[in-house]
């Protein structure tokens, strides 16, 4: 317990900057390893911490064990993400996955952490704690939004980076299941934007001034009747309308959630 309270303490002073990584990992993601092997000796400062003030009675307190368990899990998802960055080769274009989840998982981290210090019952152990522990307050941040839109486009563009993570995901290859309604009109809206991009234009042309059917849902129907894209472009824009509603449609019921159809009228009843 004291080796770990040293080793946490000095971890904690220093950012976790001057630890050691042995392993041979990539450059760019070294920072973590170190900041991961800091909450490994917080952890274990905490789980013995526990242990000895708590005693058995640690298991009957669920949610400061949960925490404890919280804390470990984050670990382990961020270990999975570093890990596999480095078993696929160090893919460069995968790098914002591996920024997002493992920044997303320290910030979890410090949240339960937090959460075992605030609520530990005894109070001088926990200011003790928290010394130690977060000397210069909490650390971690959320990920950014730049690197959250970064994320965002490498799951909405197809390429081999959201190739190599739907890998071990099974994808219908049909409209008929949702998850192969939505990949097929991910594809088709990407297959229609310089379509819809041609039909903007089109229309701040003037071309369709007076046009009762320049309106949102009927527009490009009304560019395919003045000659603004072809046949082939109109199909591709009406394919990718179909799918999008099959995606956004929603079950739709009677105000009276079909009561008046299904319950026989009184005289009917009787007359049964």
């Known amino acids: 317990v004291a080796r770990n309270?040293?080793?946490?303490?000095?971890?904690?002073?220093?950012?976790?900057?001057?630890?050691g990584i042995d392993a041979d990992v990539a450059p760019e993601m070294k920072r973590y390893y170190q900041l991961l092997s800091r909450y490994s000796a917080a952890f274990a400062l905490l789980a013995d911490t526990s242990m000895l003030v708590l005693g058995g009675s640690l298991k009957r307190r669920e949610r400061l064990s949960a925490r404890l368990g919280d804390i470990l899990s984050q670990m382990y998802l961020a270990s999975a993400a570093l890990k596999r960055f480095e078993d696929e080769g160090r893919q460069s274009a995968d790098a914002p996955l591996v920024h997002w989840s493992v920044q997303d998982a320290l910030f979890r981290l410090q949240d339960a952490i937090d959460g075992v210090l605030e609520n530990y019952p005894n109070r001088l152990?926990?200011?003790s704690l928290r010394r130690i522990v977060f000397p210069w307050g909490r650390p971690q941040s959320l990920p950014s939004d730049q690197l959250g839109q970064d994320v965002a486009r490498l799951l909405i563009n197809p390429g081999a980076t959201r190739d190599r993570l739907t890998a071990g995901c099974h994808l219908p290859a049909t409209a008929d299941e949702p998850v192969g309604a939505i990949e097929q009109a991910l594809a088709a809206t990407l297959e229609a934007e310089p379509i819809e991009s041609k039909i903007r234009e089109f229309e701040k042309s003037g071309a369709l001034e007076g046009n009762p059917?320049?309106?949102?849902?009927?527009?490009?129907?009304?560019?395919?009747?003045?000659?603004?894209?072809?046949?082939?472009?109109?199909?591709v824009v009406k394919?990718?309308?179909?799918?999008?509603?099959?995606?956004?449609k929603v079950d739709d019921f009677p105000f009276d959630l079909g009561i008046t159809g299904a319950v026989k009228p009184v005289a009917e009843r009787k007359a049964a």
């Open 5 to 19: 309270k040293l080793r946490a303490l000095g971890a904690a002073l220093t950012g976790g900057r001057f630890v």
């Open 239 to 248: 394919r990718r309308n179909t799918l999008r509603d099959t995606v956004v």
């Open 213 to 235: 059917q320049a309106n949102v849902r009927d527009l490009a129907d009304a560019v395919f009747a003045a000659g603004g894209i072809t046949a082939e472009e109109y199909a």
């Open 125 to 127: 152990v926990a200011w």
